[in-house]
């Protein structure tokens, strides 16, 4: 899908979606640019079988995982070769997607070594990922242990409101074996102020409301993604959640690099945004049968 063809079809986009829980970007819209916050590899990423309305639909509203640190802090993938080998001692491939891919094909992914995967349900208050149960019941089936998650906006609504609304629409938790706790995407704002217009101790509450409505709602605490730089600078020394929820970081090169404070150990690695899986290329840090465990609660 081109930029003016998607831009064509923004209109039809606005119509579908409510907008008063949003700032919305229609001033980029109407100059002829992409809306603000859309990632740099799009359409790269969009799966050029999705339908041109929703396609913009997707573009217009949808943030995958990643997508704003990109963004933010660039990457050091190399060019041609974006799946970094790294070492572990023991490590599971995973992998993430959004609205962006569309239909996946995962018995596909699944030959190619995926054996996780968490899917995007929600964002804010006002969206829901269109083709989530193709993604989330599809991964399911193909074998892989899933999971799925919320990007925040913490200028809309409380983090109570959203944490229901994301376990409403696909958030919540079963101890089957084959679901992994619902994760909290902690990123920089598509829309404006970095930290979302909220001080440390404002962004330290916003996440402790949602994580303990979470947690009432699922008996479950979430992961919580994010990378060194937004939280350095967002929550800082604010809030400790290291006690409960598993850290999935994010950082696209070829270390892990400085953790976010305080947590001492990583879950999961989102080592780059594109390669041999559809979506964003994942590392469980630890054996497949700490992968279950996690998922088992």
Same mark, same amino acid.
């Given at each position: 899908?081109?930029?003016?063809?998607?831009?064509?079809?923004?209109?039809?986009?606005?119509?579908?979606?409510?907008?008063?829980?949003?700032?919305?970007?229609?001033? !980029?819209?109407?100059?002829?640019?992409?809306?603000?916050?859309?990632?740099?590899?799009?359409?790269?990423?969009?799966?050029?079988?999705?339908?041109?309305?929703?396609?913009?639909?997707?573009?217009?509203?949808?943030?995958?995982?990643?997508?704003?640190?990109?963004?933010?802090?660039?990457?050091?993938?190399?060019?041609?070769?974006?799946?970094?080998?790294?070492?572990?001692?023991?490590?599971?491939?995973?992998?993430?997607?959004?609205? $962006?891919?569309?239909?996946?094909?995962?018995?596909?992914?699944?030959?190619?070594?995926?054996?996780?995967?968490?899917?995007?349900?929600?964002?804010?208050? $006002?969206?829901?990922?269109?083709?989530?149960?193709?993604?989330?019941?599809?991964?399911? $089936?193909?074998?892989?242990?899933?999971?799925?998650?919320?990007?925040?906006?913490?200028?809309?609504?409380?983090?109570?409101?959203?944490?229901?609304?994301?376990?409403?629409?696909?958030?919540?938790?079963?101890?089957?074996?084959?679901?992994?706790?619902?994760?909290?995407?902690?990123?920089?704002?598509?829309?404006?102020?970095?930290?979302?217009?909220?001080?440390?101790?404002?962004?330290?509450?916003?996440?402790?409301?949602?994580?303990?409505?979470?947690?009432?709602?699922?008996?479950?605490?979430?992961?919580?993604?994010?990378?060194?730089?937004?939280?350095?600078?967002?929550?800082?020394?604010?809030?400790?959640? !290291?006690?409960?929820?598993?850290?999935?970081?994010?950082?696209?090169? !070829?270390?892990?690099?400085?953790?976010?404070?305080?947590?001492?150990?990583?879950?999961?690695?989102? $080592?780059?945004?594109?390669?041999?899986?559809?979506?964003?290329?994942?590392?469980?840090?630890?054996?497949?049968?700490?992968?279950?465990?996690?998922?088992?609660?």
């Amino acid at each position: 899908m081109s930029v003016s063809s998607c831009l064509k079809t923004f209109s039809l986009a606005l119509a579908v979606v409510p907008l008063a829980a949003m700032a919305t970007p229609t001033a !980029s819209i109407k100059s002829g640019a992409m809306p603000q916050g859309t990632p740099v590899n799009w359409q790269q990423q969009l799966n050029p079988q999705i339908p041109s309305a929703l396609a913009a639909r997707i573009v217009m509203y949808d943030h995958p995982m990643g997508s704003q640190i990109r963004l933010h802090e660039g990457s050091l993938q190399i060019p041609g070769h974006p799946q970094i080998n790294h070492p572990m001692t023991a490590s599971v491939a995973g992998m993430d997607v959004s609205g $962006y891919q569309g239909n996946v094909n995962w018995s596909a992914a699944w030959s190619n070594g995926a054996r996780f995967a968490y899917v995007k349900a929600t964002e804010g208050t $006002y969206y829901k990922n269109p083709y989530f149960n193709q993604q989330y019941l599809g991964s399911y $089936y193909a074998g892989m242990i899933r999971g799925s998650y919320h990007f925040a906006r913490p200028d809309t609504t409380s983090g109570a409101t959203q944490a229901d609304y994301f376990v409403d629409h696909g958030g919540g938790w079963s101890k089957d074996g084959k679901t992994l706790p619902g994760a909290l995407d902690m990123e920089w704002n598509p829309y404006g102020s970095s930290c979302y217009g909220l001080s440390r101790s404002q962004m330290a509450a916003w996440v402790s409301s949602f994580s303990n409505e979470y947690h009432r709602r699922t008996s479950r605490w979430p992961v919580i993604y994010t990378s060194n730089s937004w939280w350095s600078q967002c929550v800082g020394t604010a809030g400790n959640f !290291s006690n409960n929820s598993p850290l999935w970081v994010a950082r696209y090169a !070829s270390a892990v690099g400085t953790l976010p404070w305080p947590w001492g150990f990583y879950t999961i690695w989102q $080592y780059a945004d594109s390669g041999i899986f559809p979506g964003d290329q994942n590392s469980f840090n630890g054996a497949y049968s700490r992968l279950q465990a996690l998922a088992n609660g």
